[in-house]
């Protein structure tokens, strides 16, 4: 199973190896999605692929190296056809999930989005949708 | 030199002769042939725009119920959205803008129109007083689009040529029609579609005028006068437009809600710039670098808002602009890709035969200036009802003063500022309460740090509203230089209101 985790490190965390250390002790494979740091905060996407027991493990681990772990569990869809492709919401992302290609259109990676809900009361016609998985 | 007719042209059109391009085509031909031979080869350049025009609506006629019914001068609800009623018996004007009395701004004018236009029923609830010649009193029925005699768009403004861009120098969220402002210049939304607005490529207004015909929410409409607030002097001029809206496609129509400011409608608009001269070439082939507009904080309540920079659309279009050494995201409001389409769409109708160019009967004014709301009285600033001088606090005294402090003098909020005055937090008197028997004892330990302030400039009602957003009943007034100058609560503007109403 594909478990999206978002992990907030403290400051006092942020310069230990610790997702190295903690990736070593599990089977999971761990795919890091999105990774925002400064001196101040570090905030880590990241796709994992195990078995439950295993994900429950690694979330333990996290947070007993005191890495704050949170499941996401749930989903945001943009919904192409309402899309107006206004771009009202491209500026409000802060991991960039929602981007534009080349011909304007205004797509999202799902991959990147942290769930921040930003965007969803800013679209004026409805098209981002949340979605229990 | 290059002068052609609306006669010409439309022959050529009958002939499936014409040479039709976009202006975003245009721009780029101008750019590798230069404007006088591109003005010799290209006809007909297309426009389109895709964007929230708050003022617009659209008028409505019932026809007669039986008994009759007059609801002018009563009420009526679209699917519980008010319509205006100032009109005859049946005839009714929907505007966007308008607020469903049930769901709010989740649901309204432009959202009545859009599903007007998708063929939907509607629920129309109506009262009248009742006359000797209209009798009935209620009325309460659905329709659809076809069950109506007529069925206008008509927007008193619309297409702007070009509008300025916004951000946000607070700390807070702003929700404006600009969209969703982010705290500390954290983004800037822009509207309108650069190279592709259709009143900015001919902004001298020499083919656009009244009688012109357009593109309108995917039919073929008319301009029908100059948009109200028009302001070519400054390169902001505006349409009125009108159109079938029973030919309209909803494609081209989109009710919306912009977040916490309120519903409006998405409208497609084109309109075909014929080349009758070079002049008018060369206006139209103004690329996406050379289009300025001011960039406005939105942080100031203000009529007039203060420039942050003036940026251009290339810049704003490229998804990222420098504000204060900062690379900062951008949105635009109006869909470009939608923009696009209605160009593209406008240029194969006129490629098709479907579609002829009419000459204006009147051309707008190209000297009309947009002025200011008359006001008799002038809004007063914070700076005129403040407290002060004002006492202040430093963080490192105990929190026995500022107890002392409420007790003599009768007031509930203590600033609390370096000993340059600049201010550090606030202490009130309920934080002062909450920390007697803990083991608090300097003032800067039950501050709060994070504190709303006002501007000494800012006008009351501006203020006002922070306090009431923020559920709090007084802030701290500062300078320019963020020194504490006053203190401004509730009571104070409740003193003002008091005196306005005398
Ligand atoms: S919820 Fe929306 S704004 Fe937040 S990260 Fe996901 S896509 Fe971006
Ligand atoms: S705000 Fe909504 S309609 Fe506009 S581009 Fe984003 S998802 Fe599409």
């Not at chain 1, 569990?73 to 290609?101: F, I, M, Q, Y």
């Not at chain 2, 050529?12 to 202006?23: D, F, L, Q, S």
């Not at chain 2, 309540?301 to 490229?318: F, G, I, K, Q, W």
């Not at chain 2, 004002?390 to 203590?414: C, Q, S, W």
Request: aromatic residues 6%.
């Amino acid at each position: 199973m594909t478990a999206k985790l978002l992990l907030r490190y403290s400051p006092e965390a942020l310069d230990k190896p610790i997702l190295a250390r903690v990736i070593r002790q599990t089977s999971a494979e761990i795919n890091i999605l999105h990774a925002e740091l400064d001196a101040t905060k570090g905030e880590i996407l990241v796709g994992v692929e195990a078995p439950p027991a295993e994900i429950e493990k690694l979330m333990y681990l996290l947070k007993k190296n005191g890495i704050d772990a949170k499941k996401l569990e749930r989903a945001v869809e943009l919904d192409e056809n309402s899309c107006l492709d206004c771009g009202a919401c491209l500026s409000l992302c802060p991991t960039g999930a929602l981007h534009t290609k080349k011909d304007y259109s205004v797509r999202l990676d799902e991959d990147k989005c942290i769930l921040c809900e930003v965007c969803i009361p800013a679209c004026p016609v409805r098209a981002i949708k949340i979605t229990k998985f | 030199m290059v002068t052609k007719t609306y006669e010409g042209i439309n022959q050529r059109i009958r002939e499936g002769e014409a040479v039709v391009v976009t202006a975003e085509e245009f721009v780029e031909i101008a750019r590798e042939r230069g404007a006088k031979r591109a003005a010799k080869e290209v006809d007909v350049v297309t426009t389109g725009t895709f964007g929230a025009m708050c003022s617009s609506g659209a008028f409505l006629n019932f026809g007669h119920a039986d008994p009759p019914i007059k609801l002018g001068g009563g009420e009526i609800y679209l699917n519980d959205v008010p319509a205006y009623t100032g009109l005859a018996a049946v005839d009714t004007y929907i505007g966007v803008t308008s607020l469903s009395t049930t769901k709010g701004m989740e649901y309204g004018g432009g959202h009545v129109i859009e599903d007007l236009v998708r063929g939907k029923e509607i629920t129309l609830r109506g009262s009248g007083y009742g006359t000797d010649c209209y009798p009935r009193k209620e009325i309460e029925t659905t329709i659809t689009i076809h069950d109506l005699n007529q069925a206008v768009l008509c927007s008193p403004r619309n297409a702007y040529q070009r509008y300025n861009a916004a951000t946000n120098s607070r700390d807070e969220t702003l929700f404006t029609y600009m969209g969703t402002l982010l705290p500390n210049f954290g983004n800037v939304t822009f509207s309108g579609a650069g190279v592709l607005s259709p009143l900015g490529r001919d902004p001298n207004y020499e083919t656009i005028g009244v009688g012109a015909r357009i593109f309108l929410g995917g039919a073929q409409g008319y301009i029908g006068w100059e948009g109200t607030q028009h302001n070519p002097t400054k390169g902001f001029g505006t349409v009125l437009v009108i159109g079938d809206l029973k030919e309209m496609d909803p494609r081209y129509l989109r009710g919306c809600t912009i977040h916490r400011y309120g519903t409006s409608l998405y409208i497609g608009l084109g309109i075909p710039i014929p080349l009758l001269n070079e002049r008018i070439a060369e206006a139209a082939a103004v690329g996406e670098e050379q289009i300025k507009v001011n960039l406005l904080d939105y942080g100031a309540p203000r009529r007039d808002r203060p420039v942050v920079r003036e940026v251009t659309y290339a810049e704003l279009r490229s998804g990222k602009v420098e504000v204060h050494g900062r690379e900062v995201p951008t949105s635009p409001l109006s869909s470009f890709k939608l923009s696009r389409e209605v160009a593209q769409k406008l240029k194969e109708w006129i490629q098709r035969g479907e579609f002829f160019l009419s000459a204006p009967v009147e051309l707008l004014s190209r000297d009309s200036a947009f002025k200011p709301m008359k006001q008799i009285a002038e809004v007063p600033l914070v700076r005129e009802i403040m407290t002060k001088p004002v006492i202040t606090g430093l963080p490192d005294e105990p929190i026995a003063r500022a107890a002392k402090i409420f007790a003599e003098h009768n007031f509930d909020h203590l600033p609390i500022t370096d000993k340059q005055e600049k201010l550090l937090g606030i202490v009130t008197s309920w934080d002062v309460a909450i920390a007697t028997g803990t083991k608090k004892k300097k003032l800067s330990e039950i501050m709060t740090k994070k504190v709303v302030v006002a501007n000494e400039d800012e006008p009351v009602d501006a203020v006002a509203r922070r306090l009431q957003q923020h559920g709090i009943s007084g802030l701290p007034v500062t300078n320019t230089k963020g020194e504490v100058v006053g203190i401004v609560t509730t009571e104070d503007i409740s003193k003002l209101v008091g005196r306005r109403r005398k």
